[in-house]
């Protein structure tokens, strides 16, 4: 069901082992010529243009792209009660693990009278994107808010695709989630159209663009994320999720197929990736695999994502060459199943998020642990972090001298403008001091 790649008795460099990562055939350069036109299409003809967008990829056409407070209100009152706990839970404990993100403000003196002042400014404005296809993520809702909010961000947007289930408005779930976040901003638009709307405003909404726009979607968001970065920030262009397992001869084999199935079933590109030193525990994973695969409710789903060319069972000399594979791929999601993690963790350098030990599986992440699930895919994890509240913030340096400290230096200013050959950086002191 998965193939095998055997690394044991190979030198590798860093660059055979880039070479050798599974990935899936997933470029989003394909797209940039129908999403360049989708978003010029929002631009041109505002609601007009989201509406027809609806009608053309989601099947349904929204009575109103905004939707109403008042159904942002019904939907969290009829929100299943475990449903309601479980959010209430993984709101607050995200928002407690993402408190830590926000540096204090530091004052540094360089000398008496000078000092700089470090601080983090969050954006004033963002737009917040939560996809609506194979699945319903309120979740995401949460990551997304939470980490805005946290961050001192004023204005929140949320948007997520119409729904031809609940005649084209966003998915009672995701609203009812908003609305116990306090978010009353939220469109029925999904896709390059909505990415569109955020980036540039639409006048007719009086939707108001924004300066940072986060959240995963399909292929044309983020194509569309690609197209308008610049003009706004973005966290990242998610692509289809992924799993990087690093176990030896300790790990249990049903955990790790477990595990490996839990991604597996997002999307048929989700890429499944074990990586072992040791062969029975390879052997007895495959062994495993087939009937927990059956058993599984979205058995087509995972049987095409696990068999795809995304995922694999890499066989490895030792756990020091597993560290290196796994950071060459930068995986999102990091589980590691090993006897000795506390050796093992200083190797690992590139991970969106690190799930250590036999009780920590990447579904915990997605939910209630308290750590944020929009995380970079597709390798970017190698230079790249998730989301969090630093998304938001932009730091910022606030220099002040009095006078006797720029006479201090005056001189010194002086002396580096003329060797640049920039003598008006220089005058601009002297004028200081006639």
Same mark, same amino acid.
């Given at each position: 069901?998965?193939?095998?790649? +055997? ?11 880039? %070479? ?5 055939? $997933? ?21 007009? %243009? ?88 309120? $979740? ?95 966290? $990242?262009? %998610? ?19 477990? +595990? ?16 072992? +030193? ?5 052997? /007895?994973?495959?062994?495993?695999? *087939? ?25 490895? +000399? ?44 990447? $579904?915990?992440?997605?939910? &209630? ?25 932009? *730091? ?18 002086? /002396? ?12 601009? &002191?002297? %004028?200081?001091?006639?």
């Amino acid at each position: 069901m998965m193939r095998t790649l +055997d690394l044991r008795g190979r030198v590798l460099s860093a660059a055979d082992l880039l %070479a050798l990562v599974p990935r899936a055939a $997933s470029d989003v350069g394909w797209a940039v010529d129908a999403v360049d036109a989708l978003i010029q299409d929002v631009r041109d003809r505002g609601s007009a %243009a989201l509406l027809d967008q609806a009608e053309r990829f989601d099947r349904v056409r929204p009575s109103s792209v905004r939707v109403s407070r008042e159904s942002l209100r019904n939907a969290e009152a009829a929100l299943d009660p475990a449903v309601r706990t479980a959010l209430e839970l993984a709101i607050e404990r995200v928002r407690r693990a993402t408190a830590a993100q926000v540096p204090p403000e530091q004052v540094t003196e360089v000398a008496p009278g000078a000092r700089i002042v470090q601080r983090w400014q969050p954006v004033s404005r963002v737009g917040l994107y939560v996809p609506g296809g194979k699945a319903v993520y309120p $979740s995401s809702v949460v990551m997304n808010v939470v980490a805005a909010q946290v961050a001192g961000v004023a204005s929140i947007a949320l948007a997520s695709p119409p729904q031809a289930e609940f005649a084209g408005s966003v998915h009672p779930t995701i609203l009812g989630a908003a609305s116990l976040l306090g978010v009353d901003e939220v469109y029925a638009m999904g896709g390059a159209g909505a990415i569109a709307a955020f980036a540039y405003g639409v006048d007719d909404l009086d939707l108001e663009p924004v300066q940072v726009i986060t959240g995963p979607g399909n292929l044309y968001v983020a194509t569309a994320k690609r197209a308008v970065q610049g003009v706004v920030g973005i966290d $990242s262009e %998610a692509g289809p999720t992924e799993i990087l397992m690093i176990a030896d001869a300790t790990a249990r084999p049903d955990y790790v197929v477990a +595990d490996l199935i839990s991604q597996a079933e997002h999307d048929e590109l989700a890429g499944s990736v074990l990586v072992t +030193d040791d062969p029975a525990l390879a052997q /007895a994973v495959r062994d495993l695999l *087939p009937a927990a695969v059956a058993a599984t409710h979205h058995r087509q789903r995972v049987t095409t994502a696990l068999e795809g060319p995304q995922s694999a069972i890499v066989l490895v +000399d030792n756990l020091a060459l597993a560290a290196r594979f796994s950071n060459a791929y930068g995986p999102e999601h990091l589980e590691v199943q090993v006897a000795d993690h506390a050796a093992l963790l200083p190797l690992l350098e590139s991970a969106g998020a690190i799930f250590v030990g036999d009780h920590t599986p990447v $579904s915990l992440g997605d939910y &209630v642990a308290g750590s944020n699930h929009v995380l970079p895919t597709g390798g970017q994890a190698r230079f790249a972090s998730g989301l969090g509240a630093y998304t938001f913030l932009r *730091p910022q340096q606030i220099i002040e001298y009095d006078r006797d400290a720029l006479a201090e230096v005056a001189a010194h200013v002086a /002396a580096l403008s003329d060797a640049e050959q920039l003598p008006a950086h220089g005058d601009a &002191v002297r %004028a200081r001091f006639p």
